[in-house]
């Protein structure tokens, strides 16, 4: 496994017991915005369209770990049903949808921001929409794009693209809804990252974050915990003083017109090793945020 | 009967109804005449109030219900050697019944019926399962397709068909089971069950069951005054029996049921809670000729594997001895069908093999074992007739009888 060349996506560098995650970041806003310890990920992103066949023997692999349920993103893996969940009940509510519909998020435009290998998108292209997924790391495109051909359905219902949420807006895409699952506390200037968010989002539309709260839970947890005792995570994965509490994002949202409607806690019972949604939201949280209309 | 039953528990639930299902099987769909034949098909299962919910959940009991096939109001379990019995009443437990026997074809056709109500279901037949592609276990394998392609079933006439979940609902000789490469155990009792279609000479609404030396013999009530009856014996004697008259044959199955001693219960134990033994009716000829099948117990090691979950018996076969063996098949489909609602609305592929391990396999492993290794024991203790075990066995039962907590919980379990 080429982890020199792991990449710069949510779903293995984001996440607390993550071994592939080697303290690579997500890349958001250009150049200003990368806040990268590993230069190999800019490598990753910079190679364009050519791709050698190394690289491509590289994402095969990759592809297989991303999506191993018991691989490097195991936890990722554990979360997707509970985020899913989640964001499926907030955007029923924010569009009138019927929840307890099989395809309720039918014909719903949604970005992905820092969408990995596709764990979250596929999960949401099954619930109908159609799902665009960004990523600053080629590989992790790559691997998503690999991973949908195999069902016509998801194939058909998800676009992967190698670009930045900023050169997203540059190109002027608006979307119903936006997510961001695990990024966040990767992002260098999070004021800005949500600026993009919202400007990303259409009017009355909705937005998804998942992140880590700054607490001494999350601390016992995220660092000690999965960095020191169990080692399941490299040191310095993490940045404690960078994790955002909820009352923070919820204050920084609402000042770029994205007040907050909703939060959950999601929790890890580390016996059984399933999430579940909570009302404590000192360790892990989900939030939805939907835009104000611009009259 | 199982795969029919998943294929409705998905059509009718809104949430799994867009699931697009291809029913397939070797022939067209069970019909049964209207009214039904005279004498009742050998096959009967007893249905327990678990799976009569699931059948009025998906809307196929009212072709079930009585007349077409009987509910019991008691269960009667007794030793011929000794003193020991048992006897359950739903009066005494505030219960309409205890249960139904049915035909299988009765519920077999209720079900297929019910099938084409949903819109969402293909049947397709004759179809012969030629060949199976299914992607590998782990990502590690570097063998075969990759974990996320999706099945693709071969089939005798040539065509190919792909599909997210391949559901084995094929029996005991599942030919899925084979192509998936799926292991089995299996053990042969040396013993043959004798099915045959009885009168009684008195109205029955109880489903009797007496062990005997050489195994267990059941009577069970089935419609029109016709009874069932499962008689597990040795090899031979079941030899002889399928070839003696129907006079013979009722003759025989009299002195099993009512030769030897009476139990009277054991008069050291209280018998203020007990319920009186009730002898049960003569039986006549007249119905069906008796038939013998070999006896086995059979699982597969694992139900599932990427892209595939095996149900019914081609997942686990029991002794016939408790009526159990398509309640469990029923119980998969609660579990399968209740894995694939979750997945749908969490947005996850319903032939991941992560979730078919977590809210299938694992569960019903967990309760089809545990009934496995019930009816085996069960089997064990009945089958030898050794003073010492018999009066043993005629003791615990009448525990049982005389100890209202336990008999309610051993009924709380064989009604499911």
């Known amino acids: 496994m080429a982890s020199q060349c792991s990449p710069l996506h949510n779903q293995s560098a984001s996440f607390l017991y993550n071994t592939r995650a080697d303290g690579s970041q997500m890349s958001f806003s250009g150049s200003s915005g990368i806040h990268n310890r590993d230069a190999n990920a800019e490598k990753g992103s910079a190679l364009g369209s050519s791709i050698n066949a190394d690289e491509v023997l590289k994402f095969e692999e990759m592809a297989k770990d991303w999506w191993d349920p018991e691989g490097s993103s195991a936890p990722l893996h554990s979360m997707n049903p509970v985020r899913t969940k989640f964001t499926r009940d907030a955007l029923c509510l924010c569009f009138g949808r019927d929840s307890s519909s099989a395809q309720p998020l039918h014909g ?111 601390y016992a947890v995220a660092i000690v915990g999965a960095e020191y005792l169990a080692q399941v995570v490299p040191r310095g994965t993490h940045d404690w003083s960078r994790f955002i509490t909820p009352d923070e994002l919820a204050r920084l949202m609402e000042g770029v017109g994205l007040p907050q409607v909703s939060i959950s806690g999601m929790f890890l019972n580390p016996v059984t090793s399933r999430w579940s949604l909570m009302n404590d939201t000192s360790v892990n949280y989900i939030s939805y945020f939907k835009k104000k209309t611009v009259s | 009967m199982v795969g029919a039953a998943l294929a409705c528990a998905l059509g009718s639930n809104p949430i799994t109804a867009s699931l697009r299902v291809l029913v397939m099987d070797r022939g067209g769909p069970t019909e049964v005449t209207s009214p039904l034949p005279e004498v009742p098909d050998l096959r009967v299962s007893t249905v327990t109030p678990a799976s009569v919910q699931l059948f009025q959940d998906i809307g196929a009991w009212e072709d079930v219900a009585p007349p077409r096939s009987a509910a019991f109001q008691h269960m009667q379990v007794w030793d011929e050697g000794g003193n020991g019995y048992v006897r359950y009443s739903a009066g005494n437990v505030g219960l309409a019944n205890m249960g139904y026997v049915a035909e299988n074809r009765v519920l077999q056709a209720a079900l297929m019926r019910r099938l084409k109500d949903f819109k969402n279901s293909t049947l397709f037949w004759p179809a012969s399962l030629e060949a199976l592609t299914l992607p590998s276990y782990a ?52 013993q043959r069950g004798i099915v045959a279609s009885v009168r009684t000479q008195q109205a029955n609404d109880t489903a009797w069951q007496r ?25 031979q004697q079941a030899m002889a029996l399928e070839k003696a008259s129907p006079q013979e044959f009722a003759l025989a199955v009299n ?108 569960p019903r492993q967990r309760e089809n074992g545990m009934m496995m290794v019930a009816l085996d024991s069960l089997k064990h203790i009945f089958a030898p007739q050794s003073g010492f075990v018999a009066s043993v066995r005629g003791l615990g039962l009448d525990l049982i009888n005389g100890t209202p907590a336990l008999k309610a919980r051993i009924m709380k379990y064989a009604m499911g």
């Not at chain 2, 599942?174 to 299996?186: E, K, P, V």
């Not at chain 2, 099993?256 to 000829?285: C, D, K, Y």
């Open chain 1, 108 to 218: 719903l435009a949604i970005l992905d921001v820092g969408c990995g290998g596709g764990l979250f998108s596929e999960a949401l292209a099954r619930l109908g929409a159609s799902v665009t997924g960004i990523d600053a790391s080629e590989a992790g495109i790559l691997v998503a794009r690999e991973h949908a051909r195999a069902d016509p359905v998801i194939h058909a219902r998800t676009s992967y693209r190698n670009i930045t949420a900023e050169q997203a807006l540059d190109e002027g895409l608006q979307f119903d809804a936006v997510v961001a699952s695990e990024v966040i506390e990767h992002v260098e200037n999070v004021p800005e990252f949500c600026r993009s968010l919202a400007a990303l989002t259409r009017d009355s539309g909705a937005v998804v974050v998942s992140t880590i709260n700054r607490t001494a839970a999350s």
């Open chain 2, 139 to 190: 990502p590690e394998a570097h063998e075969g397709p990759s974990t996320n392609s999706l099945a693709e079933l071969r089939l005798a006439d040539g065509r190919t068909i792909q599909a997210r979940l391949v559901v084995g609902a094929d029996g005991a000789r599942s030919r899925t089971r084979q192509l998936a490469d799926l292991r089995t155990f299996s053990r042969s009792y040396h």
């Open chain 2, 211 to 235: 062990f005997l030396p050489t195994g267990p013999l059941a009577l069970l009530p089935v419609r029109d005054g016709y009874s069932n009856i499962v008689w597990s014996t040795s090899v």
């Open chain 2, 255 to 362: 002195e099993a049921l009512n030769g030897g001693s009476t139990p009277a219960g054991n008069p050291l134990l209280p018998s203020r809670s007990r319920e009186e033994f009730v002898a049960p009716p003569a039986v006549s000829a007249g119905g069906s000729k008796q038939r013998s099948f070999p006896l086995t117990l059979a699982g597969a090691g694992r139900y599932v594997r990427p892209r595939l979950a095996l149900v019914g018996d081609a997942a686990h076969v029991v002794h016939p001895l408790a009526g159990q063996g398509v309640n469990l098949g029923f119980g998969d489909v609660r579990a399968l069908s209740a894995a694939l609602t979750h997945a749908v609305e969490t947005g996850r592929d319903p032939g991941e093999l992560a979730l078919l391990e977590e809210m299938y396999e694992e």
